[in-house]
T-cell receptor, first 111, second 119 residues
Framework: SQQGEEDPQALSIQEGENATMNCSYK?????LQWYRQNSGRGLVHLIL?????REKHSGRLRVTLDTSKKSSSLLITASRAADTASYFC???????????FGAGTILRVKS | EAGVVQSPRYKIIEKKQPVAFWCNPI?????LYWYRQNLGQGPELLIR????????DSQLPKDRFSAERLKGVDSTLKIQPAELGDSAVYLC?????????????????FGEGSRLTVL
């Protein structure tokens, strides 16, 4: 079963535009993580935000977390063609709990 | 530093045949995971090891799937016999996840995956 649900399922934008992906989850978490997966490859960790944090930045990535709404968003600014990939959120319930992935958002950046 | 290494990358077999996947995690990572990813879906955990111990195998179909992690390093995942519905990508990941009271970095490092096609 998958806890996180990403929205939208697919997103197509022009190079240079911003891309926003959302993730909703159901149970309490210790942290929430975002991963990227290029076609035919493994997942690559992008960013981790802990339950006591509200916003985090890493390069062109900005992640927000609203634990009261059980939701998170990933913003990619000034997108590039190389950002084309699937993006997954994953919730971590803490020690003893498994990391649960959502179904992902497919992002296509057109050049 | 070498990443998580998986083999084979691709495997095509007839149904009812056995298949095995191998994973070598990042050196020093005590926790190893096997995930299955169906087309268009996110990865789903099959089994998680902390050192040699399988601490979460609740999602592993034990009638046909087995896994082992000898000496707490490399791991193998076996399917016998394979069914059509087993066609998927099998992902191995590792992390430095602490035991009770220890350090938990949270981040998982994935291998490139083993794509299984059952005909």
């Amino acid at each position: 079963s998958q806890q996180g649900e990403e929205d939208p399922q697919a997103l197509s934008i022009q190079e240079g535009e911003n891309a926003t992906m959302n993730c909703s989850y159901k149970t309490s978490i210790n942290n929430l993580q975002w991963y990227r997966q290029n076609s035919g490859r493994g997942l690559v960790h992008l960013i981790l935000i802990r339950s006591n944090e509200r916003e985090k930045h890493s390069g062109r990535l900005r992640v927000t977390l609203d634990t009261s709404k059980k939701s998170s968003s990933l913003l990619i600014t000034a997108s590039r063609a190389a950002d084309t990939a699937s993006y997954f959120c994953a919730t971590d319930g803490g020690y003893g709990n498994k990391l649960v992935f959502g179904a992902g958002t497919i992002l296509r950046v057109k050049s | 530093e070498a990443g998580v290494v998986q083999s084979p990358r691709y495997k095509i077999i007839e149904k009812k045949q056995p298949v095995a996947f191998w994973c070598n995690p990042i050196s020093g990572h005590n926790t190893l995971y096997w995930y299955r990813q169906n087309l268009g879906q996110g990865p789903e955990l099959l089994i998680r090891y902390e050192n040699e111990e399988a601490v979460d195998d609740s999602q592993l179909p034990k009638d046909r799937f087995s896994a082992e992690r000898l000496k707490g390093v490399d791991s193998t995942l076996k399917i016998q016999p394979a069914e059509l519905g087993d066609s998927a990508v099998y992902l191995c990941a590792s992390s430095l996840r602490g035991l009770a009271g220890g350090i938990n970095t949270g981040e998982l490092f994935f291998g490139e995956g083993s794509r299984l096609t059952v005909l």
